[in-house]
């Protein structure tokens, strides 16, 4: 994510600044121009790269700071507040209300991800107790109805479009009036893209709005479209009552700045970034924590939340109480890869420890340890339930291998390279849990008591732990994991 970047770049430029014994005129000014540099590359607009700064030279009044005060904690604090009012427009999308049904409008140019995005953000909805329903009125792509309908099948949304209607304000208003019969409460329209701004895409976008009168209206940006960003923006924000943004296309080679932008352009919220093309490559986009995962400065709710969402909390005494006692099976082995690939991508995850920037996962790297934790997945689904509950390696005999390797499509050396990870894992787990007391269900406190930096360190791979900043580094980090919570979300986080 080339967004990585960009926080890697502000993330050195403010270091380089921490660094320096005598924090004067001339460092700041060579930080803000790393920074100003770093931006403009990115394809944020001009005109807000150079408000930032000004503002930020306002603040900082280098002159006017007694001797006590901490320069450097001020002049980060006062980048962190202006990258945070860049994305912030200062007021909040529309609330949907569970069981109250709402109309939700997608608009946005052709190409920009937005029949794809309407399911994700249906799905996303779905998961979280709603019951939402997809409606095409896109009758200006050859495909869009087809496209949706596959996409809605998928996902088990129930869909309306129609392949002999020209009409898209009549298919709009009848599939509005079908799910609302329905009792769906979230309902989602597709709108007609173009491939460029046009009074025709403008003028249907309006009739199909009035129509449908609309709860909400999402502005859906590709984020590679650069510094045409925000006139492009700016063009729907005129015609239609645009209340919020999703980003596109986040995972690519996309610079992502003039998509930001767009912000400044709607004053409407980011709401959503997509980061891929499969249907959980959807993130919530929260300002200060993306900022602060931006500048490396961690997200330690977020990550906690996301360790929540997979391993339940109250199920952790019991899998530490079982790994203290030696029980490690493969069936433990496959549930903890399960949960590192439900957590999402790893740069991501990575990104939500203070002090650890994204960048920090090596290019390629992420993608080779999903592919491998899938890989032994899939043998494991070729064991029995004796082999994947035994705690005995020795059970794994030569032919039992053969006949795991023939089930699975793998090689026999590939099944031996995951006994040698299976038998690898519990040694590193006995390190970390030596003289710490395992809690009871329910106090988790204690497990907050007993961990220290010198127990993580011997559970995290060493080149893992030097880009951390080696052992100060980890203690560092520590100290900010202040709460039981985030203690265990740490923990969790860590099973490799």
């Given at each position: 994510m080339v967004?990585?970047?960009?926080g890697?770049?502000?993330?050195?430029?403010?270091?380089?600044?921490?660094?320096?014994?005598?924090?004067?005129?001339k460092?700041?000014?060579e930080?803000?121009?790393?920074i100003?540099?770093?931006?403009?590359?990115?394809?944020?607009?001009?005109?807000?790269?150079?408000?930032?700064?000004?503002n930020?030279?306002k603040?900082?009044?280098?002159?006017?700071?007694?001797?006590?005060?901490?320069?450097?904690?001020?002049?980060?604090?006062?980048?962190?507040?202006?990258?945070?009012?860049?994305l912030?427009?200062?007021?909040?999308?529309?609330?949907?209300?569970?069981?109250?049904?709402?109309?939700?409008?997608f608009?946005?140019?052709?190409g920009?991800?937005?029949?794809?995005t309407?399911?994700k953000?249906?799905?996303?909805?779905?998961?979280?107790g709603?019951?939402?329903?997809?409606?095409?009125?896109?009758?200006f792509?050859?495909?869009?109805?087809?496209?949706?309908?596959?996409?809605?099948?998928?996902?088990?949304?129930?869909?309306?479009?129609?392949?002999?209607?020209?009409?898209?304000?009549?298919?709009?208003?009848?599939?509005v009036?079908?799910?609302?019969?329905?009792?769906?409460?979230?309902i989602?329209?597709?709108?007609?893209?173009?491939?460029?701004?046009?009074?025709?895409?403008?003028?249907?976008?309006r009739?199909?709005?009035e129509?449908?009168?609309?709860?909400?209206?999402?502005f859906?940006?590709?984020?590679?479209?650069?510094?045409?960003?925000?006139?492009?923006?700016?063009?729907?924000?005129?015609?239609v009552a645009?209340?919020?943004?999703i980003?596109?296309?986040?995972?690519?080679?996309?610079?992502?700045?003039?998509?930001?932008s767009?912000?400044?352009?709607?004053?409407s919220?980011v709401?959503?970034?997509?980061?891929?093309?499969?249907?959980?490559?959807?993130e919530?986009?929260?300002v200060?924590?993306?900022?602060?995962?931006?500048?490396g400065?961690?997200?330690?709710?977020?990550l906690?939340?996301?360790?929540?969402?997979?391993?339940?909390m109250?199920?952790?005494?019991e899998?530490?109480q079982?790994?203290?006692?030696?029980?490690?099976?493969?069936?433990?082995m496959?549930?903890q890869?399960?949960?590192?690939?439900?957590m999402?991508?790893?740069?991501?995850?990575?990104?939500?420890?203070?002090?650890?920037?994204?960048?920090?996962?090596?290019?390629?790297?992420?993608?080779e340890?999903?592919?491998?934790?899938?890989r032994?997945?899939?043998?494991m689904?070729?064991?029995?339930?004796?082999?994947?509950?035994?705690?005995?390696p020795?059970?794994?005999?030569?032919?039992?291998?053969?006949?795991i390797?023939r089930?699975?499509?793998?090689?026999?050396?590939?099944?031996?390279?995951m006994?040698?990870e299976?038998?690898?894992?519990?040694k590193?787990?006995?390190?970390?849990?030596?003289?710490?007391?395992i809690?009871?269900?329910?106090?988790?406190?204690?497990?907050?008591?007993?961990?220290?930096?010198?127990?993580?360190?011997?559970?995290?791979?060493?080149?893992?732990?030097?880009?951390m900043?080696?052992?100060?580094?980890?203690?560092?980090?520590?100290?900010?994991?202040?709460?039981?919570?985030?203690?265990m979300?740490?923990?969790g986080?860590?099973?490799?």
């Open positions: 967004l990585a970047q960009l890697g770049s502000i993330s050195r430029a403010l270091q380089q600044m921490s660094n320096a014994t005598i924090i004067d005129e460092v700041l000014n930080c803000l121009n790393e100003t540099r770093a931006l403009l590359q990115a394809d944020v607009q001009f005109k807000l790269v150079r408000d930032m700064t000004t930020i030279k603040i900082v009044n280098l002159d006017d700071l007694a001797a006590g005060h901490n320069k450097r904690r001020i002049i980060q604090q006062a980048v962190f507040n202006e990258l945070c009012k860049i912030d427009p200062g007021k909040p999308a529309f609330t949907l209300k569970k069981g109250k049904p709402s109309v939700v409008m608009v946005g140019l052709q920009s991800g937005k029949t794809t309407c399911t953000y249906a799905y996303h909805h779905q998961k979280k709603w019951k939402p329903a997809l409606v095409c009125a896109d009758t792509r050859a495909g869009a109805f087809d496209q949706l309908k596959q996409n809605a099948t998928k996902a088990k949304i129930p869909f309306y479009g129609s392949y002999t209607e020209s009409d898209p304000v009549k298919i709009a208003v009848d599939g009036e079908t799910f609302m019969k329905e009792n769906c409460d979230l989602i329209v597709d709108t007609s893209g173009r491939h460029k701004q046009e009074a025709a895409l403008f003028e249907e976008m009739q199909v709005s129509a449908t009168k609309p709860d909400l209206v999402i859906v940006m590709d984020s590679s479209i650069g510094q045409a960003a925000f006139d492009q923006a700016q063009a729907f924000r005129q015609s645009v209340g919020a943004v980003i596109t296309k986040m995972d690519g080679h996309a610079k992502g700045g003039g998509a930001l767009a912000v400044a352009a709607t004053k919220p709401i959503f970034i997509g980061t891929g093309e499969h249907m959980d490559e959807f919530v986009f929260d200060k924590p993306f900022v602060s995962r931006l500048l400065m961690g997200d330690l709710s977020g906690v939340n996301k360790i929540q969402d997979v391993v339940p109250d199920q952790l005494p899998l530490l079982k790994l203290s006692e030696g029980q490690f099976t493969f069936r433990i496959y549930e890869f399960q949960n590192m690939l439900k999402g991508p790893l740069e991501q995850v990575f990104s939500m420890l203070p002090g650890v920037s994204s960048e920090m996962m090596p290019q390629g790297r992420e993608k340890s999903q592919a491998k934790f899938k032994y997945m899939t043998m689904d070729s064991m029995t339930d004796e082999e994947l509950d035994s705690t005995n020795k059970i794994m005999t030569e032919s039992r291998i053969m006949r390797a089930g699975s499509g793998r090689l026999v050396h590939e099944v031996m390279e006994l040698e299976y038998k690898r894992l519990p590193k787990f006995s390190k970390m849990m030596k003289g710490l007391r809690p009871k269900k329910g106090d988790m406190s204690s497990l907050s008591r007993n961990m220290n930096a010198q127990n993580m360190s011997k559970f995290l791979p060493p080149d893992m732990l030097k880009q900043g080696g052992m100060g580094g980890l203690q560092n980090i520590m100290k900010h994991m202040g709460s039981a919570k985030d203690m979300g740490m923990f986080g860590g099973g490799e």
